[in-house]
T-cell receptor
Framework: DAGVIQSPRHEVTEMGQEVTLRCKPI?????LFWYRQTMMRGLELLIY????????DSGMPEDRFSAKMPNASFSTLKIQPSEPRDSAVYFC????????????FGEGSWLTVV | TQLLEQSPQFLSIQEGENLTVYCNSS?????LQWYRQEPGEGPVLLVT?????EVKKLKRLTFQFGDARKDSSLHITAAQPGDTGLYLC??????????FGAGTILRVKS
């Protein structure tokens, strides 16, 4: 079975530009997570959805960040406008209710804002 | 949000040595997981422990969940270069939410 699929794998953009990261969760999973990983702060949960509904967005850093999940097989994380401090690896992950909290991660989107 | 502290932060050892990585919290978790992350990849689940005092073995890796479900350890016997990576512990909170520790970077030199 295909795992969590993220795109793009790498993106370099200029400060002020809009960035959109995309994620396709594992088919049948009903929870989707967006994490950000940096050397300084480690792996941080930004937001998670359950059955396409945002449940906890307390980790979203500020209004420049937004996430949507229009259907069970697609989610986006948007940064507008982007800033250099947003440079990080952004991971999407999914899990299924009753899966014992087991979360499956994508390979990540490496974002560099210059 | 509950916090997980991992120690040590960095560990560099020779092939064949044993090591233990610790994950501690002042809070109780419903479950605790260990992940390994290699450069350029996402974290991959190694094991889930759910019962206080539980011990699980995965080849040369031994995982233990504390009796009070607040801490865990990962012991690697006879480490190999292929064990090199970032080891993350994660505690289960409500729903499917996981809280991650900062990780332990392990380097095994041949």
């Amino acid at each position: 079975d295909a795992g969590v699929i993220q795109s793009p794998r790498h993106e370099v953009t200029e400060m002020g530009q809009e960035v959109t990261l995309r994620c396709k969760p594992i088919s049948g999973h009903n929870s989707l997570f967006w994490y950000r990983q940096t050397m300084m702060r480690g792996l941080e949960l930004l937001i998670y959805f359950n059955n396409n509904v945002p449940i906890d967005d307390s980790g979203m850093p500020e209004d420049r960040f937004s996430a949507k999940m229009p259907n069970a097989s697609f989610s986006t994380l948007k940064i507008q406008p982007s800033e250099p401090r947003d440079s990080a690896v952004y991971f999407c992950a999914s899990s299924s209710t009753g899966g014992g909290n087991t979360i499956y991660f994508g390979e990540g989107s490496w974002l560099t804002v210059v | 949000t509950q916090l997980l502290e991992q120690s040590p932060q960095f560990l560099s050892i020779q092939e064949g040595e044993n090591l233990t990585v610790y994950c501690n919290s002042s809070s109780v978790f419903s479950s605790l997981q260990w992940y390994r992350q290699e450069p350029g990849e996402g974290p991959v689940l190694l094991v889930t422990v759910v019962t206080g005092g539980e011990v699980k073995k995965l080849k040369r890796l031994t995982f233990q969940f504390g009796d009070a479900r607040k801490d865990s350890s990962l012991h690697i016997t006879a480490a190999q270069p292929g064990d090199t990576g970032l080891y993350l512990c994660a505690g289960g909170e409500y729903g499917n939410k996981l809280v991650f520790g900062a990780g332990t970077i392990l380097r095994v030199k041949s």
